[in-house]
């Protein structure tokens, strides 16, 4: 079983700019997750997926960002206009519905975004 | 709301020292789930442990080992025999049910651990 994989690993761009991220969850996961983490601290919440049903979105996403998981397999994030305050590393993660594992969260390596 | 608070920003400790990483939680849920992460320095959060807040047994595994304590709101983790290896951040985590049945996490800011030869 691959795990989690997200692309790009790394993202430069500049300060108003449009970026997407993408996440492919481990096969059969349907439960799918975004999280933010900046320097020194844990990961925050942003967003939750059953199959392509976007069911909850924290605060923290904010208009300039959206977020899609179309047939129910992989994810993007996209941000847009991103500001120098965006610079962060953008977690993905997934779960299984039933079984051992349920609602256990496995994370990808995250996709490190820095905003100039 | 949800709240984790783990009070250790860095611990440092010689190679074969036995080593506790403290974490307390706040939560109004009577169900919700416990979970240790370790993010070495590539950055992947990997998955250690999840206890249910129904189940407060003790859990070994190896070098591993996890107090859970309902009364006081902890659920400590104790690495015995350090590696260096083991170096890394490590994450308390706290789930929230959310609509659709699905967990969001609560993370603690992490504890350094440094392991030295």
């Known amino acids: 079983d691959t795990g989690v994989s997200q692309n790009p690993r790394h993202k430069i761009t500049k300060r108003g700019q449009n970026v997407t991220f993408r996440c492919d969850p481990i096969?059969?996961?349907?439960?799918l997750y975004w999280y933010r983490q900046t320097l020194g601290q844990g990961p925050e919440f942003l967003t939750y997926?059953?199959?392509?049903?976007?069911?909850?979105k924290s605060r923290l996403l904010s208009d300039r960002f959206s977020a899609e998981r179309p047939k129910g397999s992989f994810s993007t994030l996209e941000i847009q206009r991103t500001e120098q305050g965006d610079s962060a590393m953008y977690l993905c993660?997934?779960?299984?519905?039933?079984?051992?594992?349920?609602?256990?969260?496995?994370f990808g390596p995250g996709t490190r975004l820095t905003v100039l | 709301a949800q709240k984790v608070t783990q009070a250790q920003t860095e611990i440092s400790v010689v190679e074969k020292e036995d080593v506790t990483l403290d974490c307390v939680y706040e939560?109004?849920?009577?169900?919700?789930?416990l979970f240790w992460y370790k993010q070495p320095p590539s950055g992947e959060l990997v998955f250690l442990i999840r206890?249910?807040?129904?189940?407060?047994q003790n859990e070994i595994s190896g070098r591993y080992s996890w107090n859970f304590q309902k009364s006081t709101s902890s659920f400590n983790f104790t690495i015995t025999a350090s590696q260096v290896v083991d170096s890394a951040v490590y994450f308390c985590?706290?789930?929230?049910?959310?609509?659709?049945?699905?967990?969001?996490?609560?993370f603690g800011t992490g504890t350094q651990l440094k392991v030295e030869l």
């Open positions: 993660a997934s779960s299984p519905r039933g079984g051992r594992h349920t609602d256990t969260q496995y």
């Open positions: 096969s059969e996961h349907n439960r």
């Open positions: 997926f059953q199959n392509e049903a976007q069911l909850e």
């Open positions: 939560t109004r849920d009577t169900t919700y789930y």
């Open positions: 206890r249910n807040s129904f189940d407060e």
């Open positions: 985590a706290l789930s929230e049910l959310v609509t659709g049945g699905g967990n969001k996490l609560t």
